[in-house]
């Protein structure tokens, strides 16, 4: 079957640097994406991996390896904006997204 | 500026009544969504669209229909055959297949 795993919750320091993992099982794969949702709104696309290494975006980075399935999202400086949970989705043979449940990140002063 | 709208931003329904929400794009994309979202659960699938006048059923269609009569609009109607309506309802669009998805702002549905 398709699976997504990811934590549920974690916690960090404002400023300090937080690493999401995420474990994928899907019939086939193109790509694996991240999104981040603010409570009671609509998730915004963080990034696209398709091919293994790490992608850099500002104070988010990417990571991906395929053999092993897995990905990161690595948040670095973290800022109190950043309280949000962030969903890791991986699209399969047919071009569909299996979505985890996400993970709720909470930023502490 | 371009972008997803939906609407109502919260709709309450009754006992056997159908309600419609409103899903417009002015992406220009073809490919269209509607997702379920549930506290503790991952986005699920309903319907999907890849072009005017076809579209496909998702996951959990039952309790569910939509249409797709021009390119900029995707509406679901959410029947009295599904039986667990509240949610929080996703659309999304995207202009490609490997294309990130774009989410309207959602519509929150509950049972009176």
């Known amino acids: 079957g398709q699976n997504i795993d990811q934590p549920t919750e974690m916690t960090a320091t404002e400023g300090a640097i937080v690493q999401i993992n995420c474990t994928y099982q899907?019939?086939?794969?193109?790509?694996l994406f991240w999104y981040q949702q603010h409570a009671g709104e609509a998730p915004t696309f963080l990034s696209y991996?398709?091919l293994d290494g790490l992608e850099e975006k500002g104070r988010f980075s990417s990571f991906l390896s395929r053999s092993k399935g897995y990905s990161y999202l690595l948040l670095k400086e973290l800022q109190m904006k950043d309280s949000a949970s962030y969903l890791c989705?991986?699209?399969?043979?047919?071009?569909?997204?299996?979505w985890g449940a996400g993970t709720k990140l909470i930023i502490k002063p | 500026d371009g972008g997803i709208t939906q609407s109502p931003k919260y709709l309450f329904r009754k006992e056997g009544q159908n309600v419609t929400l409103s899903c417009e794009q002015n992406?220009?994309?073809?490919?269209m969504y509607w997702y379920r979202q549930d506290p503790g659960q991952g986005l699920r699938l309903i319907y999907y669209?890849?072009?005017?006048?076809?579209?496909q059923k998702g996951d959990i269609a039952e309790g569910y229909s939509v249409s797709r009569e021009k390119k900029e609009s995707f509406p679901l109607t959410v029947t009295s055959a599904q039986k667990n309506p509240t949610a929080f309802y996703l659309c999304?669009?995207?202009?490609?297949?490997?294309?990130?998805?774009?989410f309207g702002d959602g519509t929150r549905l509950s049972i009176l």
């Open positions: 989705a991986s699209m399969d043979s047919n071009y569909q997204l299996i």
């Open positions: 999304a669009s995207s202009g490609g297949l490997r294309q990130p998805q774009h």
């Open positions: 991996n398709v």
């Open positions: 669209s890849q072009i005017v006048n076809d579209f």
């Open positions: 899907t019939s086939g794969f193109n790509g």
């Open positions: 992406l220009n994309h073809d490919a």
